[in-house]
């Protein structure tokens, strides 16, 4: 196993990359961070950083690759992220790709802000991608984006909706799961699945008694996609 550091740079800002597995993995997998996190190697949502670090544990194990990288942060974490700050994202995904070149075929996790940025601006190829704690409000034109997609929620990422605070609706997983899995469907994403965790909140961190990893039940689903 061995563990490299790279650099790329996009708007002349320098971010750094890393790749942990094996020399010559059977598949390598991209981690496209939530919105909170920047540096790689620093805190991001709830349970984010500890999830990643299981997960590669895992994942190695296996013989499969894992490509991270720095992403900009908001200067206002707590607003939603507009096109620019997408876009930049994107192209630190791609530079990050462009610079490391992975060996084998590519599967792709996101999580929440990451999965818009793999949804919207889809890299290929790819075998797959799983997206964590991700809501499609309506269906879009994209290209082919291939392979299959897994929507993981936890059961308790409840959503609102509502004009204001005497209005809002709490609308569960359950609920909403299957309306993003049809706009994923009709934008021309084959092989949608739901995946909801119990015990699990937006970040999948554990809010209550919860009956399997998180980080277990994602290796499954990319050992999945690879028979």
Same mark, same amino acid.
């Given at each position: 196993?061995?563990?490299?550091? =790279? @650099? =790329? ?22 981690? /496209? ?22 997960? @590669? ?9 894992? /490509? ?34 992975? #060996? ?12 818009e /940025? ?18 499609? +409000?309506e269906?879009? #034109? ?10 993981v929620?936890? %059961? ?7 004009e204001?605070? %005497?209005?809002?609706? @709490?609308?569960?997983? +359950?609920?909403y799961?299957? +309306?993003?899995?049809?706009? =994923?469907? #009709?934008?021309?994403f %084959?092989?949608? +699945?739901i ?33």
């Open positions: 196993m061995k563990e490299a550091w =790279f @650099s =790329f740079e996009v708007d002349r800002v320098k971010y750094r990359g890393r790749y942990r597995g094996p020399e010559e993995p059977t598949v390598s997998c991209v981690i /496209v961070p939530s919105g909170q996190m920047g540096r790689l190697d620093e805190d991001g949502a709830a349970g984010e950083t500890t999830l990643y670090s299981r997960l @590669s544990v895992l994942l190695t194990e296996k013989n499969i690759g894992v /490509v991270q990288f720095d992403c900009p942060l908001r200067e206002d974490n707590g607003e939603p992220a507009d096109e620019e700050h997408v876009r930049l994202r994107s192209c630190c995904l791609k530079q990050a790709l462009q610079t490391l070149h992975p #060996e084998g075929p590519l599967i792709y996790i996101g999580m929440s802000l990451g999965a /940025v793999l949804v919207h601006d889809p890299p290929s190829p790819a075998l797959g991608r799983v997206l964590i704690g991700y809501v499609l +409000e269906p879009f #034109e994209t290209r082919e984006p291939g392979g299959y997609t897994h929507l929620y936890g %059961s308790e990422d409840y959503i609102g909706y509502g204001d605070l %005497s209005t809002i609706v @709490s609308i569960a997983p +359950e609920q799961a299957p +309306e993003t899995a049809r706009h =994923f469907e #009709e934008s021309g %084959s092989g949608t +699945e995946h909801i965790l119990q015990g699990y909140g937006h970040t999948l961190e554990e809010e209550e008694a919860v009956d399997i990893r998180a980080e277990q039940y994602i290796q499954q689903l990319i050992l999945d996609m690879l028979k």
